[in-house]
Structure formats: structure tokens, C-alpha cells
């Protein structure tokens, strides 16, 4: 399509049907959560009547475990492993059922908030929001989202101002020279729901190189707004801006061939760090029609992200001796537009919704500066999605849907990707669901035009990462729906697998595996105590190309066995609560570059179990003090090779709200 289309819904800047954001209820009455992500209606759908995997964690409990980086409570999520190198700031990866960190698809507020660039998001600059939630659904979802979701759909929602009115303040400071402070406030005021929020974070850190001394410390801030206008009971517009910036102190390996610490992150000279700025918008019109049986919508959004980084003046040197310039950047721009027409018919007990939307899609990367020869002119790909969906439900006990989507791209085959999915609920608590599906990921533009001077060449033939995919899982209600236990069961193929690091990227043949099997259960107990328990076990064999050949083994920064458990106490007529968090990481693989050919090398990290605990205290009936131990047992353990992490580290401060 023209441009003058493009700029058209660049101006009316979108979100797809899913990130519909009015007052949504927090559970569908009877205590399930309900879930949006999982159709491209923007209907509120019970947990319990989708056929995915699907894991809600709630304002409260973001509150309860005091998260403060978003990404610590994605730890707690069946099929999820984290890695974040080094301190606060530092780059975070989510990885899903044990797909790559650029597979799984990050909404936040219904924007597609993956850096253009990178092609994936990073969590180290994402500061948890007061009053958020998460739907984390699991599995191919690229049949409603098109490229990207392999793995999954992470969807982060801030609350509207119905949900949670009022002024709230957070303010805290602890170790590591560690301030944090937040500050929200929303409400209704006629026709017009209002949510403003804003975060910082800042600590001096601590030194992440293995015997260093350099603090590695960082600065983030955030800032957010949503807005709902409804001038009539038909007519919704939504709008939605979002800021965030990141300054982190950075450490290099050391890449003197011959030091004894070659390969090791070493201290680099003080002024190595990078900046992280992002900016994200929407606005969303939809009108109802029918008694809001039909509702149709029109969206845009943007995405606009851009990195620079401070480092050595030489790359692949010793840092010893050398000035800090600006050693790279980058900047990437997302403009999407969506059309999205939902129809529901049918009588009580049997529920149809036929869901069509439109997608287009226009992103634009360029290296802004490149000491190692990189390509700087600026590049484009549009993509265009029209999605089909179909979801029918009999006597709120019965769900089965199905959707179907085809993309059209201007760098890469056309696609065509699909899902299938159904839930049933028998008398006794129990419940079957499954899930089937596939999935597409386009290659970055790191991947395709990136270069740093003979030691990685960009590949422009590269094909999209296919998947395909199906689960099956039952769960079992105890005690009139208090506790839940589940299992589910999941088995993944993906093709085109591309293989990078240093050399050129290629398409790997054959296939590559990942299964594996999740377990949750849910406890809501008498006297204010809560349980929440999660594993996976993982089996996710990776080739790649190490210095002994062929490696063919678990896939690196994915362990066979993560588990989780969350115990809080929070008795109704008691102004003290508490939790207890314990998180357990089995060992994994990682890549390092100790070889003097920089060919990698296999290395294997040891497990880690960590545990932390707050407590809160209600002074009266707007002031709260808290605090709480983060790794309590003081362990010493690495996420990432030859990145230390923190040690004990204690926060405390107090919480204000109107």
C-alpha cells in the first residue's frame, strides 16, 4: 500500500483487537481470572474456557511479592526462564517453552512493544508499574498475531482508573545505594477514565565481573498515561502513550587472546555504559452496534526505540588503556494499524463470536553509528495480516475456537499460520483442555544487515523461523474452586532455525525439538494464606556450532527444571502480612568465547535456589511501611557466563494511597 496509507494509521496509532482497554473485571465472578489475550475481540475471556496454557498474575500479587523489575515475577510462570546479564539495567531476556528470547511476542497496554530493531523486548527496562497485571499465554499464537509469537504472548496491562482509583505513592531505599519510587494517579471523572503513572529506579550496583571492583550500577525511569473517553454507551476511544529510558553501566569480556582472563568479563574503564530510550503510543476508536453484539474498531500505534552505547574505542581489544566514545547505536520505528469486527450470536447457553481483523504493519531500522564498518542506511519492511477467528461456548462448560491468518510481506514469502483449541469442564472440578498450533518469526535486522569489522556479516537470504505445535493439560478444583492443581503436557517443532553469533547466520536444516511438561497449583486458604506453586521440566536439544563440532545438546540459558513457590499471609483483620518466595534454577548451558578463533565454547553453570522475603505493615488506613530480603541465603550463582550476581541484599520504605 501507499505510504499516505501507512501515515494514515500512523496517526490513528494502534493496537490489535486483544489490548481493548476498557474497565475490565478482575475475575469472571466466580474467582477465575479472565484473560484478552487469547482473542482478537478484546472480550473478557474466563481463564478457565481457553484451550491454551495461560497464566494471570494479578495486581495483587505483584504487590504481595514487592516486584519491582517486572521480569522477577515472570519466574514464577509455568514454562518461562529468565536471564538477565549481570545487575539492574542489564539486558533481560523471557524465554518460553524453551524457544528463542526473540520468540515470544511483548504487549504492553495492546502495544507491540519489541524493539524494531533487536526484534524482541528487553525486560531490564521495564520497571513494574503500580496497579498491572499479566496474561502470559503459552504456545503458537502467530495465527492471531502474526510474527513473533512462537513461544507466546507476555501482555502487560496497566489498570484503568476505574479499577484502581485513587492516589497511590511508593517510595524505598536499601542496598547498593538502591532508591526506587513510583507514583499513580487515576480515577473517573464523567465520561472519562484516567490512569497516570510514573517510576524510578536507580542503584550504584555492585561489580558483575568475577573478582572486579567496578560497580556496575544503573538509572531508569519510566512515565505512562491511558486514557478512556466514553461520550456515549456505544462510542469507546482509548489512548495510551508510554516513556521509559534506561542508563546502565555496561562490562566487556576481555578479548586479548593472550590474557588468562581472555573471554571473562573484566572491569572496562569507567563511562562504558549505554542508553536505552523508547517511546510508545496508541489510540483505539470502537463502536458498538446491536447492544454491543457487533463491535468494530480502527487503531494505530508506534513504537519508536533507540540504543546508543559508550565502550572502548577499539573493539576486541583489551580494555586496558582506552577511551570511552560512542561505540554503536541503533533506532527502530514500528508504525501499526488495525481494523478488528467482532459479531456474537447465539442464546445463553450456546455463545458464538466471529472475529475478523486487518493488520499493517511498517518497521524501519538503521545502525546510527558503528565503529566496526556496519551499514548505516536505513531499511523497511511492511507486512500486511487479515485474521480469521471463530470461538463457540456451550453452557460456559464447553470452548472450542480456531483461527486462521495470512500474511503478506515485502521482504520475506507470504505465510500462513493457524490455531486450534477446546476446554471442557466436567461436574467434579475437572478440566481437559488442548491446543494446537503454528508459528513464523522473521529474521532481525541484525540478523540480515548487521556487521562488525570480520567478525559478523549480516545474511540477507535468511528465511523465517516456522514452528508447529500442539497441549494437552488437565487441571482438578478442590474445596468449592480454593485449590487448583494442573498439568499440561507440550511438544514443539521449528524449522529454519537460524544460528548466528560470530560468522554469518544461517538457516540451520532439520528440526529442532522442545517439550516438556508444566505443573501449577493454586491454593487460596483460610486465614489470609496463599499458595502458589510451578515447575517445568524442559527438553529442548540445540545445535550449535561449538570448537569440539557439532554440539547437539540442551539448548543454552534453558534448564531442564525450574520451580517456584510463593507462600503469603495476609490475614483480613491484621495490619501485618508477608511473603516468602523461593525460586529454584536447575543447571543450564551457556556459550563462551574463551577460544581464540572465537568459536564458542560449551560451558555449564550450576544450579541455584534463591529466597526472598518481605513483610508489609498497615500503620492506618492510607500508610503502609514494608521491606524485604532478596536473596536471603546469600547464594552465589550466574544467569549468564562469567556475570556475577547480586548478593543478600535488604530495601524498605513506605507506601501512601487516597
Not at 159 to 188: D, I, K
Not at 405 to 426: E, I, P
Request: glycine fraction near 10%; charged fraction near 20%.
Amino acid at each position: 500500500m501507499t505510504k499516505t496509507f501507512i501515515s494514515l494509521f500512523a496517526l490513528i496509532a494502534a493496537t490489535p483487537a486483544l489490548a481493548q482497554t476498557s474497565t475490565l473485571p478482575a475475575d469472571n465472578g466466580d474467582g477465575e481470572p479472565i484473560v484478552v489475550t487469547a482473542s482478537r475481540s478484546g472480550d473478557a475471556i474466563p481463564a478457565d474456557l481457553v484451550g491454551a496454557s495461560v497464566t494471570v498474575i494479578d495486581a495483587q500479587e505483584i504487590e504481595d511479592r514487592q516486584t519491582r523489575i517486572l521480569s522477577d515475577v515472570l519466574r514464577d510462570v509455568p514454562g518461562v526462564a529468565v536471564s538477565r546479564i549481570g545487575a539492574v539495567g542489564g539486558q533481560t531476556q523471557i524465554r518460553v517453552r524453551g524457544s528463542e528470547s526473540n520468540h515470544t511476542l511483548v504487549l504492553i497496554d495492546g502495544i507491540k512493544a519489541s524493539d524494531p530493531y533487536y526484534g524482541e523486548f528487553d525486560f531490564g527496562t521495564l520497571i513494574a508499574d503500580e496497579n498491572a497485571r499479566i496474561e502470559v499465554l503459552r504456545g503458537q499464537q502467530s495465527a492471531l498475531y502474526g510474527s513473533d509469537a512462537i513461544g507466546g504472548v507476555i501482555n502487560y496491562i496497566t489498570l484503568t482508573g476505574a479499577e484502581a482509583p485513587g492516589l497511590r505513592l511508593r517510595a524505598e531505599a536499601g542496598s547498593m545505594g538502591s532508591l526506587n519510587a513510583a507514583a499513580r494517579f487515576a480515577g473517573v471523572s464523567g465520561n472519562l477514565d484516567y490512569a497516570l503513572s510514573s517510576s524510578f529506579v536507580r542503584t550504584d550496583g555492585y561489580p558483575t565481573a568475577p573478582g572486579g571492583t567496578r560497580d556496575i550500577g544503573a538509572t531508569s525511569e519510566g512515565a505512562s498515561f491511558k486514557a478512556i473517553w466514553t461520550p456515549t454507551e456505544a462510542f469507546h476511544l482509548t489512548a495510551v502513550g508510554r516513556y521509559s529510558y534506561t542508563n546502565a553501566d555496561t562490562n566487556d569480556a576481555d578479548a586479548d587472546s593472550n590474557s588468562p582472563t581472555f573471554g571473562l568479563t573484566v572491569d572496562t574503564p569507567d563511562g562504558a555504559h549505554y542508553r536505552n530510550r523508547a517511546l510508545y503510543g496508541l489510540i483505539r476508536a470502537q463502536y458498538d452496534l446491536l447492544d454491543g453484539r457487533w463491535t468494530n474498531a480502527v487503531s494505530g500505534q508506534i513504537t519508536d526505540a533507540k540504543r546508543t552505547a559508550f565502550d572502548i574505542a577499539i573493539p576486541f581489544a583489551s580494555p586496558a588503556g582506552q577511551s570511552i566514545v560512542r561505540a554503536y547505536g541503533d533506532h527502530g520505528r514500528r508504525l501499526k494499524g488495525s481494523f478488528e469486527s467482532a459479531f456474537r450470536f447465539g442464546t445463553d447457553r450456546i455463545k458464538h463470536r466471529v472475529t475478523f481483523a486487518f493488520d499493517a504493519e511498517r518497521e524501519s531500522e538503521r545502525n546510527t553509528i558503528s565503529l566496526f564498518g556496519a551499514d548505516l542506511r536505513k531499511h523497511h519492511t511492511t507486512n500486511y495480516g487479515l485474521v480469521g477467528q471463530y470461538d463457540v461456548s456451550v453452557d460456559d462448560r464447553l470452548a472450542l475456537g480456531g483461527s486462521i491468518r495470512h500474511d503478506y510481506n515485502s521482504r520475506f514469502a507470504d505465510t500462513t499460520t493457524y490455531r486450534a483449541q477446546g476446554s471442557y469442564k466436567l461436574d467434579e472440578g475437572t478440566r481437559f483442555h488442548a491446543a494446537a498450533g503454528s508459528g513464523v518469526k522473521a529474521p532481525t535486522f541484525s540478523d540480515l544487515f548487521d556487521f562488525f569489522g570480520g567478525f559478523f556479516t549480516g545474511n540477507p537470504d535468511l528465511k523465517p523461523e516456522t514452528s508447529h505445535g500442539w497441549e494437552a493439560g488437565i487441571e482438578q478444583s478442590f474445596a468449592t474452586d480454593h485449590i487448583t492443581i494442573g498439568a499440561t503436557w507440550f511438544d514443539n517443532r521449528l524449522k529454519n532455525v537460524i544460528s548466528g553469533g560470530f560468522g554469518t547466520p544461517v538457516n540451520l536444516p532439520g528440526t529442532s525439538k522442545q517439550r516438556g511438561v508444566e505443573v501449577s497449583a493454586t491454593g487460596r486458604l483460610g486465614g489470609g494464606w496463599q499458595v502458589d506453586l510451578a515447575y517445568t521440566y524442559l527438553h529442548a536439544p540445540q545445535q550449535q556450532f561449538v570448537v569440539s563440532g557439532l554440539f547437539d545438546g540442551q539448548a543454552v540459558r534453558r534448564a531442564k527444571n525450574i520451580a517456584s513457590a510463593n507462600l503469603t499471609w495476609a490475614p483480613a483483620d491484621q495490619p501485618f502480612s508477608g511473603t516468602v518466595t523461593i525460586r529454584y534454577n536447575g543447571a543450564q548451558n551457556d556459550l563462551a568465547f574463551t577460544d581464540p578463533s572465537f568459536t564458542p565454547v560449551i560451558v555449564r553453570l550450576r544450579s541455584f535456589t534463591l529466597v526472598n522475603a518481605n513483610a508489609t505493615y498497615k500503620l492506618n488506613a492510607h500508610v503502609d511501611l514494608f521491606a524485604r530480603v532478596e536473596n536471603l541465603l546469600d547464594r552465589r550463582y550466574q544467569e549468564v557466563f562469567s556475570f556475577a550476581t547480586p548478593c543478600r541484599a535488604g530495601y524498605g520504605g513506605v507506601k501512601v494511597r487516597f
